[in-house]
């Protein structure tokens, strides 16, 4: 089946901008949606279908998608964007969603 | 407002099973699939199924397939979701969740239950 690959681990200093990468196979072809999640936490969705956002979620967290590579953005980084963060796509080959395996973010 | 709200914490013995509730409000159960989504300690997200509150038809991760059961009661909004022949791998946060936006994310979520698997 489908497999999203992220790095395990990524660090920003505050202010700075960190970017979450989430690898798969034409994945530019399929809508990809990130979770954050703070620890005890149920997850949040952060951007849906490659770059969108739900209401609340501020406009620093922004998503790109092409090629085999989907990425999150995250502008002027706080210290409370500390978590963990997970990619998601719908794998119509086996009609269920897949999630890669989470990055935790530190803030420096 | 749309809320999931779960069953509480169980600890279980390798071998048991466990029933977990999922009740649903705010909005009209009927329109939207529930599916479960569960967390072991220190892992990511993983999907274990689906199931149309409307006729309760489900869906199961190839891996569940045999060991979980989800069903549904139209009538207290509420999905169950049984585990059975548990071990201590299956200790883990279940999570269910909804959609909203129809793109196959998952916006509304509940608030997790914790079963733990030991001797």
């Known amino acids: 089946s489908y497999v999203l690959t992220q790095p395990p681990s990524a660090s920003v200093a505050p202010g700075q901008t960190a970017r979450i990468t989430c690898g798969g196979n034409?994945?530019?072809?399929?809508?990809v949606h990130w979770y954050q999640q703070k620890p005890g936490q149920a997850p949040v969705l952060v951007v849906y279908?490659?770059?969108d956002r739900p209401s609340g979620i501020p406009e620093r967290f922004s998503g790109s998608n092409s090629g085999n590579t989907a990425t999150l953005t995250i502008s002027r980084v706080e210290a409370g964007d500390e978590a963990d963060y997970s990619c998601?796509?719908?794998?119509?080959?086996?009609?269920?969603?897949?999630f890669g395996g989470g990055t935790k973010l530190t803030v420096l | 407002q749309v809320q999931l709200v779960q069953s509480g914490a169980e600890v279980k013995k390798p071998g048991a099973s466990v029933k977990v509730s999922c009740k649903a409000s705010?909005?009209?159960?009927?329109?939207?699939?529930i599916h479960w989504v569960r967390q072991a300690p220190g892992q990511g997200l993983e999907w274990m199924g689906m199931?149309?509150?409307?006729?309760?038809?489900?869906?199961?991760a190839q891996k569940f397939q045999g060991r979980v059961t989800m069903t549904r009661d139209t009538s207290t909004s509420t999905v169950y979701m049984e585990s059975s022949s548990l071990k201590s791998e299956d200790t883990a946060v279940y999570y269910c969740?909804?959609?909203?936006f129809g793109m196959g994310s998952y916006y509304y979520w509940g608030q997790g239950t914790l079963v733990t698997v030991s001797s």
């Open positions: 199931i149309n509150p409307t006729g309760g038809s489900t869906t199961y």
């Open positions: 034409n994945i530019g072809s399929k809508s």
């Open positions: 969740a909804r959609d909203h």
């Open positions: 705010g909005y009209t159960f009927s329109n939207y699939y």
């Open positions: 279908a490659d770059s």
């Open positions: 998601q796509v719908w794998d119509n080959s086996v009609d269920h969603p897949v």
